[in-house]
């Protein structure tokens, strides 16, 4: 069944029944192509990420970086495109997501390191009440990571961002596993976040994260 506002569409072309089925059409073909914007069927088939400190999976169709593959320590993907709208506002939409290995003694220093990256692009214009907020999440592992969230505007780039970072800490290695999942857009009211689900899509990753 069409949405109501599309329905109305529908029914202003009665008096004309080629441009009435050619509307019905291009209608369902929107709603469609809306609905699979928010499609998690990109998890069903995962690819393992290994190594001798951690283990997390994430979409196969995922694409590797590979020139940040120097070590262990880092990884990248690509995920512009995956279960998410190619563009948006006649802008196009991206997404990646970073790993890094951060030694330091206790979780907080990877804490403030990850605030301080935050927040601190000069051009960068926030909402009232949205300089980040942070949570706890309990991983494959057992270990309690923080997660924060955050979202921005940055005037030299003319584009919207949301971010979901992930601070993993393993006591056993002295260090902290930092998963930062950022998606750039253009839309300045943000409803692209909660219509994508791009909280959800981030979590959906982080809760399949282990450490060795």
Not at 25 to 40: F, R, W
Request: proline residues 4%; aromatic residues 14%; hydrophobic residues 35%.
């Amino acid at each position: 069944m069409l949405p109501d506002r599309l329905n109305v569409l529908v029914n202003k072309t009665h008096y004309n029944p080629g441009m009435r089925a050619v509307c019905i059409l291009m209608l369902l073909y929107i709603s469609i192509t809306a609905q699979g914007q928010n499609d998690t069927s990109v998890f069903s088939k995962e690819q393992e990420v290994t190594t001798s400190d951690y283990v997390f999976y994430v979409p196969e169709l995922w694409k590797k970086v590979p020139q940040i593959d120097i070590s262990s320590k880092d990884r990248k993907f690509e995920i512009t495109g995956v279960g998410l709208p190619a563009e948006f506002n006649r802008a196009p939409v991206t997404a990646t997501l970073t790993l890094r290995k951060y030694e330091c003694p206790k979780i907080s220093a990877a804490e403030d390191y990850v605030i301080s990256e935050i927040t601190s692009y000069p051009d960068r214009v926030t909402e009232a009440g949205h300089n980040y907020t942070s949570d706890t999440l309990k991983i494959l592992s057992g270990e309690m990571a923080t997660f924060f969230s955050t979202r921005y505007f940055r005037r030299t780039k003319i584009y919207n961002y949301s971010r979901f970072d992930l601070i993993a800490y393993s006591a056993k290695r002295k260090a902290a596993y930092m998963f930062t999942i950022t998606f750039q857009y253009r839309d300045p009211t943000y409803k692209f976040e909660a219509e994508n689900k791009l909280k959800e899509y981030a979590l959906r990753v982080f809760n399949e994260v282990l450490l060795r």
